[in-house]
């Protein structure tokens, strides 16, 4: 399968129209991929809709956003119809009580698969953005194969994508939005940790660029990389493909997901298989 991580940038939108052109470039780009994962928080640049005032609002920005999850919903869908992929779109807030869940719908040529809220929110999202989590994480069945993804910070809690390799999991999305190059290192190491635990594929897709008109999502780093497991089957620095740092654009990687199989029976080490070890462990 091939597949396509976006490092990608937030622009300004005078409506709707200039979104889906936006979207629509992107994934034709992408053509021949079989599977496209955009970063989270992606979504936020639609808070420019609505108007200036709006977008540099942080609470009036996210039910700006979230008052496009139909339209947005339909975009991808179309266009997953169209080209024959599979589309994790950008994260974004969805208002299912008084707080919104950060969250990602996959979609795949015959429609939406499901979607993955967040799970742990980071300090400024609950402190600050009041974003809520929302316990509770899947494994999709794919054409492609066995999806799970873990938003962002989500991605630094070895236990959660524990959880999602032991449900079946092959490969693990990880749509990303950190403002720092610190930030954008922990998600990365730990996207590369949980390839390693897990012995799986990992899609690293971050927010790059500056985006001045909003003060949630005004920063962001990052590069775009596909992860593998470095244990015999996969490059030896465990990186399949990678960007250049804050370089808007796709990054592909062609990946045999039989390796993933291989990896875990085969290995030069075997963490998939050993993990419960570990929990006999303690302190003397």
Request: aromatic residues 8%; hydrophobic residues 45%; glycine residues 10%.
């Amino acid at each position: 399968m091939r597949i396509a991580a976006a490092a990608y940038p937030l622009d300004w939108l005078d409506d709707f129209a200039a979104y889906a052109d936006k979207l629509t470039r992107w994934v034709q780009r992408a053509d021949g991929a079989d599977l496209l994962v955009f970063p989270e928080y992606g979504a936020m640049e639609l808070a420019s809709l609505g108007g200036r005032e709006v977008a540099g609002d942080l609470e009036r920005s996210l039910h700006e956003v979230a008052r496009h999850a139909d339209a947005v919903t339909r975009l991808h869908a179309s266009l997953a119809a169209k080209h024959g992929c599979h589309i994790l779109a950008a994260s974004g807030p969805v208002f299912a009580g008084d707080r919104p869940v950060n969250r990602a719908a996959l979609h795949g040529p015959r429609g939406v698969i499901g979607h993955q809220d967040k799970q742990i929110m980071t300090r400024f999202e609950r402190e600050q953005w009041q974003v809520a989590a929302a316990p509770g994480l899947r494994v999709f069945d794919t054409d492609l194969g066995r999806i799970g993804v873990l938003i962002c910070y989500d991605s630094e809690f070895p236990l959660l994508g524990r959880l999602l390799v032991e449900a079946g999991a092959q490969i693990l999305l990880v749509p990303s939005c950190t403002d720092s190059v610190a930030g954008f290192n922990r998600v990365r190491i730990g996207a590369m940790a949980r390839a390693l635990e897990g012995q799986c594929v990992v899609v690293q897709a971050p927010t790059v660029g500056d985006c001045t008109w909003s003060p949630a999502v005004d920063v962001n780093r990052g590069r775009a990389a596909i992860y593998g497991p470095p244990d015999g089957f996969w490059p030896e620095t465990g990186i399949i493909a990678e960007g250049a740092m804050d370089a808007p654009g796709w990054v592909f990687a062609d990946v045999d997901l039989s390796r993933v199989d291989r990896s875990r029976i085969d290995g030069a080490v075997l963490p998939f298989a050993h993990w419960p070890e570990s929990g006999r462990c303690g302190l003397l």
